[in-house]
């Protein structure tokens, strides 16, 4: 007994060696293709959009003297600094829409939106005298499309703009006090994040209002943003508002597009813990064939193993080609297949459908399915352990271990005579 637990030991670390170099396969395969399909989806697609709010600012000279020493002597020289002074906008009110459509390429999904973008913004004159505003927009990202493009001053819309490094810049003309609206507004593509800043020269932002819609329920926000101040649930999304009447700068406001489950990261978790389900289907078939005292070779354990193998080799090849499911669901069924009809063979129909069907059906399938509930894995694997544990406690109370693990004893030979 001693030595068929032996290579039954051997066998598992092998088969788990074997495991880890598949899974350490996978995932030096998403790793790369990451690397690579993303700057492909970028080129493609568009990539993470940071809108920043425009900048507004006047330009005052100033005449500075500049002393210098030529030839022992002092001389002066004036000259005109330009100075740019930054004013806030006196108020943003701020539309915008997010449509998300997952692409899958290689072992991985990129979750690519649409956005659509529209903004009034109010620029005010609040100083005594007469002034040329400049106003300076910059695109989220230099090389995304931008279409139904609108730049209206005034209510009258700019048909010649020219952009330089992605911004475009414009004057307005403003009298004391005086105050214009300035609607931007476009639709573009972006990936992974979308993000709207309040710009680095502005220090205060007055009655603000950003209204973000979407069309995908599972919502979160980056790190170093604000969360909305109103959440309105909608029929497909949600209906979120960032609203204030004196806001200090520092804060950003972000969205993370969900990501669908991505396959290559999946089969290389389900791959490296097939160890566990395997312990527990080896432990489980050596009680049950001890019990009904059921003698099974280790080259049976050694196909178990390869059978067991053979579902996650096919399934980490087989997400390339079709749905993540629709791969589950194959891997399983052939798996369970290659067990129960070599399995039939060794003990016998019943016994291969009954308790290795059903164990390979709870321990390898279900145990490996768990992995789609993404936070309850490790929770659901743990009461499957417990369970395991319990019911062979129950089952082996009364076995007698010292009878199980003796060695026979071999005959005596009688003495010769001589």
Excluded at 260 to 270: D, E, F, H, I, Q
Aim: proline letters at 4%; hydrophobic letters at 45%; charged letters at 20%.
């Amino acid at each position: 007994m001693s030595k068929k637990i032996a290579a039954i030991v051997l066998i598992y670390i092998c088969t788990a060696a074997a495991w880890f170099i598949l899974g350490s396969t996978v995932l030096y395969r998403t790793n790369t293709q990451d690397d690579k399909l993303k700057d492909v989806v970028g080129q493609l697609w568009g990539t993470t959009q940071v809108q920043k709010a425009p900048s507004v600012f006047y330009e005052t000279k100033l005449a500075v003297e500049n002393k210098r020493i030529e030839s022992g002597k002092t001389v002066s020289e004036i000259q005109t600094q330009t100075i740019t002074n930054y004013i806030p906008l006196k108020s943003s009110k701020i539309d915008a829409a997010l449509f998300l459509q997952h692409r899958k390429k290689g072992l991985l999904w990129y979750p690519t939106y649409i956005i659509k973008f529209s903004a009034l913004y109010t620029v005010p004159n609040d100083t005594p005298e007469p002034r040329d505003i400049f106003l300076e927009f910059t695109f989220p990202s230099a090389g995304a499309v931008y279409d139904d493009f609108r730049f209206i001053i005034g209510g009258k819309k700019l048909e010649n703009i020219e952009t330089s490094k992605g911004t475009i810049k414009q004057t307005i003309k403003l009298a004391p006090g005086q105050k214009e609206t300035v609607e931007i507004a476009y639709q573009s593509q972006g990936l992974d994040q979308w993000w709207y800043e309040f710009g680095e020269n502005v220090s205060q932002v007055r009655d603000f209002l950003l209204t973000l819609n979407t069309d995908f329920k599972e919502i979160d926000f980056p790190q170093n943003s604000i969360s909305p101040t109103q959440r309105i649930p909608t029929k497909d999304g949600w209906d979120l508002k960032w609203q204030y009447s004196n806001l200090l700068t520092g804060v950003k406001i972000g969205m993370d597009l969900p990501n669908k489950l991505n396959p290559g990261p999946w089969v290389s978790k389900v791959t490296f813990s097939a160890p566990i389900s395997l312990f527990l289907f080896f432990f489980l078939l050596i009680i049950f064939t001890t019990l009904r005292k059921i003698e099974i070779h280790p080259m049976s354990y050694f196909f178990l193993g390869a059978a067991f193998f053979g579902f996650h080799l096919l399934l980490a090849y087989l997400v390339d080609h079709i749905s993540i499911h629709l791969a589950f669901i194959i891997s399983s069924a052939v798996s369970i297949f290659l067990v129960v009809t070599y399995m039939r063979l060794v003990v016998g129909t019943r016994f291969a459908l009954l308790e290795i069907g059903v164990s390979q059906l709870i321990y390898q399938v279900l145990f490996s399915y768990t992995f789609f509930f993404e936070g309850f894995t490790g929770l659901v694997i743990t009461i499957l352990c417990i369970l395991t544990l319990f019911v062979v406690m129950q089952m082996t109370g009364k076995v007698d271990w010292d009878a199980v693990f003796q060695k026979k004893a071999l005959p005596k030979e009688s003495p010769k005579s001589i």
